[in-house]
């Protein structure tokens, strides 16, 4: 074997291992905020997670020398990436405090399907029939967890659904966000676009602010924390290896959402969450696959 295929496979499994560890932080983050949302507003929650997160990775933008502005922050692309990024994040929270965190962490797996979709509706990319049979397949799969139409239908269900399109837009965006914009200065108005969402929800949910015992607050800084290592473990992981390689490790998220949806908040795993789960990774699965052979 030759060196540089030695060297890709390290490479290759370190992104992998980065991947990994930034979807169990990810999963961290949203039982924490799910926890924290017990005794607090859930506009407070977002308000207080997203100035916690702005501030660390203003922090480490001037270790790094990084200017907080640049003019770009307001092109077109970081306009629609902070619409998306404020309609994902406030319907996606709803969802893991509303509803079961395995559940809708489940539905967000779907986003790379939506993701595909748009890039084909939106960016002119060609999709042949193999990879839009797997995306309906996919969509099926979301189906088949919130169950439209049957007894056991809630509304609420539809609230990952939403969030789940939020972030695909966001990460549409995203394709399109200028390259003199650095992963912290993302990160910074990422999160500024939580304390939007928290803001804007805060009209609607109409509580006042109450105060944060230790519990609480520590559960928010845990998650400000798991939120800015998952963010940067997930850059680190792109940026090592082969893409087609590290990123199906991203489905790792299911399996952290469910484990603690099951173990901390007593959640139960129904056959159609199980049967949408495979649907969704499967159809993932087949289209990272058919990109890479297209790409070969």
């Known amino acids: 074997m030759s060196q540089s295929s030695v060297s890709l496979r390290r490479a290759n499994l370190t992104g992998s ?20 949302a017990a005794t607090l ?12 997160g702005a501030l660390v990775f203003a922090g480490l933008a001037r270790l790094r020398g990084i200017a907080l502005w640049h003019p770009d922050v307001l092109g077109p692309p970081m306009r629609v990436r902070a619409f998306f990024e404020v309609f994902g994040r406030l319907f996606y929270v709803l969802a893991i405090v509303l509803t079961p965190l395995s559940s809708a962490t489940v539905i967000l797996q779907a986003t790379p399907l939506v993701v595909v979709a748009g890039a084909a509706l939106f960016f002119g990319e060609t999709v042949g029939w193999r990879r839009w049979s797997a995306i309906f397949l996919g969509l099926a799969g979301v189906l088949v967890i919130i169950r439209p139409g049957a007894e056991s239908f809630t509304p609420l269900s539809l609230l990952a659904v939403l969030g789940m ?32 969402a928290g803001l804007l ?12 015992d230790v ?13 800015v290592l998952a963010y940067t473990a997930l850059m680190k992981a792109m940026r090592t290896g082969e893409v087609s390689a590290v990123t199906p490790f991203r489905y790792t998220r299911l399996l952290f959402g469910i484990v603690l949806g099951v173990a901390v908040f007593g959640e139960s795993l129904s056959p159609d969450m199980l049967t949408g789960s495979a649907l969704i990774v499967l159809a993932g699965l087949f289209i990272m696959w058919r990109g890479g052979q297209r790409a070969a």
């Open 17 to 36: 291992l980065w991947m990994v560890g930034a979807m169990a932080a990810f999963a961290a983050e949203d039982a924490l905020l799910k926890g924290a």
């Open 201 to 212: 929800y805060a009209l609607w949910e109409m509580r006042a602010p109450v105060p944060v």
């Open 41 to 52: 507003p859930l506009a407070q929650v977002l308000v207080l997670f997203g100035a916690g």
């Open 165 to 196: 399109i939020g972030f695909a837009g966001r990460d549409l965006a995203s394709r399109a966000a200028p390259a003199t914009l650095s992963t912290d200065i993302l990160g910074v108005y990422g999160f500024l676009a939580i304390v939007v």
């Open 215 to 227: 519990t609480t607050g520590l559960l928010l800084g845990a998650a400000v924390l798991c939120g």
